[in-house]
């Protein structure tokens, strides 16, 4: 019976042991998930284009006649995301926009980004619906030069002065 108490009490020391070991892994986190922040940002996007003059005149013009806009028109990137810019143009309360200046009463504008010299230079006809390509793919805070010529109708029902308005716009590339 002697080799038993001893058995026993080197047994009772050693289970006392392993679960003191256990103990203090759970209390001091020895074995314990690690937790890590991920900062995150975002930044809204922002598409916007801007013109350096908002109102040009072409003062007055004969019927069935031609002129370029003497100065040279700048649009910029205004926004934070690389851009596709283009221009359309409108009809005026008594002209229609046309391909043509017939029949009476529809006139012509067009624009142009090269060669824009004097008629004809390298201008292309403006759309009410469809924008041309003022600039493909313009970085953000780059210009883009652009030019505006009109050709009054051959015929018109109304002599007083025409808003003639293009719209200048911004797509994300």
Same mark, same amino acid.
């Given at each position: 019976?002697?080799?038993?108490?001893? @058995?026993? @009490? #080197?047994? #009772?020391?050693?289970?006392? #042991?392993?679960?003191?070991?256990?103990?203090?892994?759970?209390?001091?986190?020895?074995?314990?998930?690690?937790?890590?922040?991920?900062?995150?940002?975002?930044?809204?996007?922002? &598409?916007? /284009? =801007?013109?350096?003059?908002?109102? #040009?005149?072409?003062?007055?013009?004969?019927? !069935?006649?031609?002129?370029?806009?003497?100065?040279?028109?700048?649009?910029?990137?205004?926004?934070? /995301?690389?851009?596709?810019?283009? &221009?359309?143009? *409108?009809?005026?309360?008594?002209?229609?926009?046309?391909?043509?200046?017939?029949?009476?009463? !529809?006139?012509?504008?067009? @624009?142009?980004? *090269?060669?824009?010299?004097?008629?004809?230079?390298?201008?292309?006809?403006?759309?009410?619906?469809? =924008?041309?390509?003022?600039?493909?793919?313009?970085?953000?805070?780059?210009?883009?030069?652009?030019?505006?010529?009109?050709?009054?109708?051959?015929?018109?029902?109304?002599?007083?002065?025409?808003?003639?308005?293009?719209?200048?716009?911004?797509?994300?590339?």
């Amino acid at each position: 019976m002697e080799n038993k108490k001893v @058995f026993l @009490f #080197i047994l #009772i020391p050693f289970f006392v #042991i392993v679960c003191y070991i256990l103990t203090d892994i759970a209390q001091t986190g020895i074995v314990q998930a690690v937790n890590t922040t991920v900062y995150a940002t975002v930044t809204a996007q922002n &598409i916007s /284009v =801007g013109v350096g003059i908002t109102s #040009i005149s072409y003062n007055t013009m004969a019927i !069935n006649t031609g002129k370029t806009y003497p100065n040279v028109l700048v649009a910029t990137n205004t926004g934070n /995301v690389v851009e596709d810019i283009t &221009i359309k143009g *409108t009809s005026s309360a008594a002209w229609t926009l046309n391909t043509v200046n017939t029949p009476q009463d !529809n006139y012509i504008h067009k @624009f142009c980004t *090269t060669d824009c010299g004097n008629v004809p230079g390298g201008y292309t006809a403006l759309d009410i619906s469809a =924008g041309g390509n003022i600039g493909v793919g313009v970085s953000v805070s780059s210009t883009k030069n652009f030019g505006l010529q009109i050709t009054t109708p051959v015929t018109s029902s109304v002599y007083t002065e025409q808003s003639v308005n293009v719209i200048v716009m911004a797509a994300g590339t």
